[in-house]
Each structure stands twice: as C-alpha cells, then as structure tokens.
C-alpha cells in the first residue's frame, strides 16, 4: 500500500469558514486526487493533480481549490465551508505512466468533515 | 459524472455462503479494479486485471476482466462476517489525460453469522 496519510481526520466546522484538508504521500507517486463520498452517490472526483502546480477539476469542483506545491503534498480548501460540503472527503494517489503498476490508484483513511 | 453500472446494489447474505457481483460499461477498459472499503476506512484494493479474460485469485476472491474488455465480476466464496463492507470496481482506460479512474457504485455486503 501506498502510505498516504490525511489530516485532519475529523473536522466540525462553522458555515462560511474556510477549511483546508492536507493529504501526504511518501510513494512518489505522480498523480493525486481528492473525493468525496456520499451516501447515494459513491466516489466523485473533486480535484486531480497530474503533478507539482498542475491540477485540474474533477466532475463536482465548484465551491474547492487545490494547491501541489511539493509531489508529496495535495491540499484540498473549502474557501467558505457549506453545510452541502458536510461528507467524506478520500485523497487518493497513482504512479506514473512508466511504472508497473501506473492504473492502481490507492486511497488515504479519509477525512470526515461536518458543516454546521 | 460517468460511472459503471454495479450490480447488485446491496447484499445479504448468510455466513458460508458464496458471493457474485459484477460491473459492465458501455466503454472498453484496459484495466479493471476491484477495491473493498470497511466501515469509517479508505477503499482497498483487492485485485487488479490487465488482460482481457484474465481471471485472478486473492485468497477467497476471483475477479475476471470479461472478453469483451466492458465488464468483470468478482466472487467471494465462503463468505465471512468480515467479508461486510462496500465492493467497488473500476475501469481505467488509455488517452486518460489525468490517469483517472471510473468507478461503480459499490455493492454493500451484509453477512449474517
């Protein structure tokens, strides 16, 4: 397994403040990812990042930023949290394409955040 | 956002029993994946298929990438009670510019001791 860490891994926070959620990985793997997961509605892409300072929006962005300023480090921020951004948020990484193993993506412990 | 059609959508079953689920897609993949999640955790992933046909075996689980390249299924055989969990597939295909994956929409096992 990859070691992926994510912290916080609990949050309670107020509407309309801003949350930031860091995900760190030891692999060196070239590709990151943030979702969230809900009930009914599976795993769905927030943000990817396809290296250091290249990331690009996944199918439900609106309302998150990402930032990969180092390869190990994927940051997810709520600018001004909503109570709809209450969920399970799941950062998960993947090796480049000249590795073995370069269609395996492996997932953190997730974080659980609530937005009263 | 697309996702593969998971069946079935939930599970229960009792201990000792065998298991069958599978995932198809409009679209060819050339890898299918298959994960578990347990309860408050990160999905796990438990086998993973490069080979159309190719048919794989992690202890009590069997998966096949289908001929076709647009579908797989996964057994359990003798289930366990912690067999419980969600099962996700995924595809992975090539000219994917992020490396993505698409995922179905789990299947929830429940094992009744």
Sequence with gaps: ????????????????????????????????????QDPGHGLRLIHYSYGVKDTDKGEVSDGYSVSRSKTEDFLLTLESATSSQT?????????????????????????????? | GQQLNQSPQSMFIQEGEDVSMNCTSSSIFNTWLWYKQDPGEGPV??????????????????????????????????????????YFCAGHGRNNAGNMLTFGGGTRLMVKP
């Design chain 1, 1 to 36: 397994d990859a070691g992926i860490t994510q912290s916080p891994r609990h949050k309670v926070t107020e509407t309309g403040t801003p949350v930031t959620l860091r995900c760190h990985q030891t692999e060196n793997h070239r590709y990151m990812y943030w979702y969230r």
């Design chain 2, 45 to 86: 992933l438990l086998i993973a298929l490069y080979k159309a046909g190719e048919l794989t075996s992690n202890g009590r689980l069997t998966a096949q990438f289908g001929i076709t390249r647009k579908d797989s299924f996964l057994n359990i055989s003798a289930s366990i009670p912690s067999d419980v969990g969600i």
């Design chain 1, 87 to 116: 969920s399970v948020y799941f950062c998960a990484t993947m090796p480049g394409e000249r590795e073995a193993s370069f269609s395996e993506q492996f997932f953190g412990p997730g974080t659980r955040l609530t937005v009263l």
